[in-house]
């Protein structure tokens, strides 16, 4: 059995998507299920997260300095079996790569897994003040709760 590949997806791939990729990672078992992240925009390739987020992560007994930054591929599409967005306009972006429906399909904003149909964004923490980070911790930790139910069916 092929394990099943899930993407997720935000602009610069070091705030929001590697935490989402940590998070999920960290709730399950990595023989049956992939996780990684990368981002619409090539700002970040290369480069860790957001100190920040590596922070906000360890403090959850996460670590996700193994992560480097990329940018979303054409083939992503193909190889990924679920494609996670965490605001509209990523997720637009993450479909005009799409060239079928088929790929399509595979394109959610994260947080519809907890709000279905809302099209609730996770904010991008990194211009922001405060308990930015930590609020995207715990709407991404929701939200891969729900999302491990989904795919463990």
Do not use: W
Not at 104 to 109: C, P, T
Request: with cysteine; hydrophobic share 35%; glycine share 6%.
């Amino acid at each position: 059995m092929k394990p099943t590949k899930v993407l997720m997806v935000c602009l610069g791939n070091i705030c929001r998507s590697p935490l989402a990729e940590g998070i999920l990672k960290s709730k399950l078992d990595s023989k049956n299920i992939q996780v990684d992240s990368a981002g619409t925009g090539a700002y970040h390739v290369g480069n860790l997260p957001d100190s920040r987020s590596i922070q906000v992560a360890k403090k959850y007994g996460i670590d996700i300095t193994d992560q480097r930054a990329r940018k979303i591929q054409v083939s992503d599409l193909s190889t990924f079996d679920y494609i996670y967005a965490m605001d509209e306009s990523n997720y637009r972006n993450i479909l005009t790569l799409a060239s079928t429906e088929a790929e399509k399909a595979k394109v959610f904003m994260i947080m519809n897994e907890l709000h279905p149909g809302e099209d609730i964004s996770v904010p991008d923490p990194y211009y922001g003040e405060g308990n930015g980070f930590e609020n995207v911790y715990q709407m991404l930790d929701k939200a891969c709760e729900v999302i491990i139910q989904k795919i463990s069916q």
